[in-house]
């Protein structure tokens, strides 16, 4: 993968471009269009799932870009429904995805949310030979707490690169992003814009104003500001694929970062599964 717009994190011998587009809730041809256009206009990391029930029209849109494979970095994720994480079905899962999705490999592969049903003694193990096998480049989990994490490395004899958790201004995991530094394992934003209550606060807003840009890029500047950090939001909007890229250029003060800094709250996260939802950390 090259790049010269897109700046690269890396952890382990993943390297993986700091932007992506999200694509939950892209669905049909908006999703297939959405994903063709970002390819073309020079987004370089596409972000699916299983569960968004959109994998097919990923596919399609990667097909119609006209952009090679090997230009760009795809994740998707198995779901631990039906008791997917177990190491046949987990097997099988990821070969439906790479179906689905019209490629051979993926570069990422995460487990989406712990399942406490299944001893991650079994599923990580399952989950690195897909890796060994070629599926995946590699393999990472999402919204895993510290304790999820500790479990799972005990049993991963290939790197766990990324954890994406919900992340952005109005949120915490101070204590989950220290613990991910000292692994070296990336935080992965999703929800990088709040779902877009970003948009009506007036310390971003203001900043936004004074540099002639968006409260998106605001935000997405700010969580990108680390570089312990990648960020995924979504847009099926034509209008804000551009502006969401395009953050990657920003540079906001030291005084500007702090302010953003000082809204997280403990009480600031979106989203929870109440089936599958950890113990999280701060
Ligand atoms: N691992 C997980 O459990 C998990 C959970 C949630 C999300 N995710 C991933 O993270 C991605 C992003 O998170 P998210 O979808 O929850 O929320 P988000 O990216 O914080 O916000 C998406 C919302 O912001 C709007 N938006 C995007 N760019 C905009 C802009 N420049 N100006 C105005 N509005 C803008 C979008 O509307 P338009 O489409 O109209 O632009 C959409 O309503 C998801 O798509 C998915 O890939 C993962």
Known sequence: MSSKKYNIRTA????????????WQSTGQDCVDVVSQGLKMGYEHIDTAQAYGNEKEVGKG???SGVARDKFFLTTKIFPDDLKFQPEKLMAAAKRSLEDLDTDYVDLLLLHWPDDRVPLSETIPALCELQKQGLTRHIGVSNFNIANLTEAEKYADVPIVVNQVEFHPFI????????LNNHHILLEAYSPLARGDVFD?????NIAEKHGITPAQVS????LSDKDRVAIPKTSNPDHLQGN?????IQLSADELEQ??????SDGRKIEHPDYTPEWDD
Not at 220 to 223: E, F, G, N, Q, S
Request: glycine residues 10%.
């Open 12 to 23: 382990g011998k993943a390297n993986i471009p700091v932007l992506g587009l999200g694509t």
């Open 62 to 64: 990667i097909k119609e």
């Open 172 to 179: 915490k995991q101070h204590t989950l992003q220290t613990f």
């Open 201 to 205: 606060n007036e310390i971003i807003k």
């Open 220 to 223: 997405l500047a700010w969580i």
């Open 245 to 249: 890229l395009d953050a990657i250029d």
């Open 260 to 265: 953003i800094g000082s809204l997280a709250r």
